[in-house]
Antibody, heavy 119, light 110 residues
Framework: QVQLQESGPGLVKPSETLSLTCDVS?????????WGWIRQPPGKGLEWIAS???????YYNPSLNSRVTISVDTSKNQFSLELSSVTAADTAVYYC????????????WGQGTLVTVSS | QSALIQPASVSGSPGQSITISCTGT?????????VSWYQQHPGKAPKLMIY???NRPSGVSHRFSGSKSGNTASLTISGLQAEDEADYYC??????????FGTGTKVTVL
């Protein structure tokens, strides 16, 4: 059974960089699939942030592109997200998920982690 | 890329059928058969319910079905049950980005 688990600081100061990691178990990232990050501000809808392939190929949401970096570490079977210059608008629950390659849907999700941007 | 448009809320009585719409453009919903639907209960992660317009993953109830006509996709829940009360989101591939989500629909079982 594929399982994903997000980890990272729950509180980030404005203008700093938000960093999250998603640990994957039950499946080797090196075997394929894209891996993505999605966020959900409190009481609001879902927003796709970025996706990465095990080879390092990436896709970014154009609205966040300039502030986002997604990367993969196959040796640790994990992938990561960095979002720079955060503001209160970046406060959200951040989910990591597996993306079915070439079919564009998320089949496994992590439980999500709340990140609050506040001084 | 703008969010796909969904009704804010839909309600129905137990046993009834309801349909949630997801309206986009020819650059997303209308142009590709890569529409998926997700169910989200409060405080929980989204769960895949439908992929590629009308396919159900293993383990998802047959009461959930998907379809598409033109630029609008739909999720139908038949035989509505109390456990179906949740938020539902559609998602589609687009010519600009691989994913855009809908605005979300709150389903209430009366």
């Amino acid at each position: 059974q594929v399982q994903l688990q997000e980890s990272g600081p729950g509180l980030v100061k404005p203008s700093e960089t938000l960093s999250l990691t998603c640990d994957v178990s039950g499946y080797s990232i090196s075997s394929g699939y894209y891996w993505g990050w999605i966020r959900q501000p409190p009481g609001k809808g879902l927003e796709w942030i970025a996706s990465v392939y095990h080879s390092g190929s990436t896709y970014y949401n154009p609205s966040l592109n300039s502030r986002v970096t997604i990367s993969v570490d196959t040796s640790k079977n994990q992938f990561s997200l960095e979002l720079s210059s955060v503001t209160a608008a970046d406060t959200a629950v951040y989910y990591c998920a597996r993306v079915v390659t070439g079919r564009y849907y998320f089949d496994y999700w992590g439980q999500g982690t709340l990140v609050t941007v506040s001084s | 890329q703008s969010a796909l448009i969904q009704p804010a809320s839909v309600s129905g009585s137990p046993g009834q059928s309801i349909t949630i719409s997801c309206t986009g453009t020819s650059s997303d919903v209308g142009g590709y058969n890569y529409v998926s639907w997700y169910q989200q209960h409060p405080g929980k992660a989204p769960k895949l319910m439908i992929y590629e317009v009308s396919n159900r993953p293993s383990g998802v109830s047959h009461r959930f079905s998907g379809s598409k006509s033109g630029n609008t996709a739909s999720l139908t829940i038949s035989g509505l049950q109390a456990e179906d009360e949740a938020d539902y989101y559609c998602s589609s591939y687009t010519t600009i980005t691989p994913h855009v989500f809908g605005t979300g629909t709150k389903v209430t079982v009366l």
